[in-house]
């Protein structure tokens, strides 16, 4: 089991940048994949990016792709989301989640296919 603990949240005008950092305690040895989804008010959780914690690989959701980078420091276990030009519709809760087992060829984009997350950090961008 994987413990984690993010913070980062918080308000911010459109344009602006916002980093969320996620760090991981526990067996941490066995994380194979990190992700980070977000989840507004009466919506489904939905798929942000995710990392291949061994290789660096990373993948985004097209609604954040060249505007979020997610990254990792393997050294403290932690990930971070580093969200620029922020838009409204980019406010949400947003979780880091992980996944002890995984393939290199498959991506994992749906928030089932992860094993702990987080309690979440609220991102709230205004117009």
């Known amino acids: 089991q994987v413990q984690l603990v993010e913070s980062g949240g918080g308000l911010v005008q459109a344009g602006g940048s916002l980093r969320l950092s996620c760090a991981a305690s526990g067996r941490t040895f066995s994380t194979y994949t990190m992700g980070w989804f977000r989840q507004a008010p009466g919506k489904e959780r939905e798929f942000v990016a995710t990392i291949n914690w061994r290789l660096g690989s990373t993948f985004y959701a097209n609604s954040v792709k060249g505007r979020f980078t997610v990254s990792r420091d393997n050294a403290k276990n932690t990930v971070f989301l580093q969200m620029n030009s922020l838009k409204p519709e980019d406010t949400a809760v947003y979780y880091c989640?992980?996944?002890?087992?995984?393939?290199?060829?498959?991506?994992?984009?749906?928030?089932?296919?992860?094993?702990?997350w987080g309690q979440g950090t609220q991102v709230t961008v205004s117009s």
């Open positions: 989640a992980s996944r002890a087992s995984g393939a290199d060829w498959y991506l994992y984009t749906h928030a089932n296919e992860y094993d702990s």
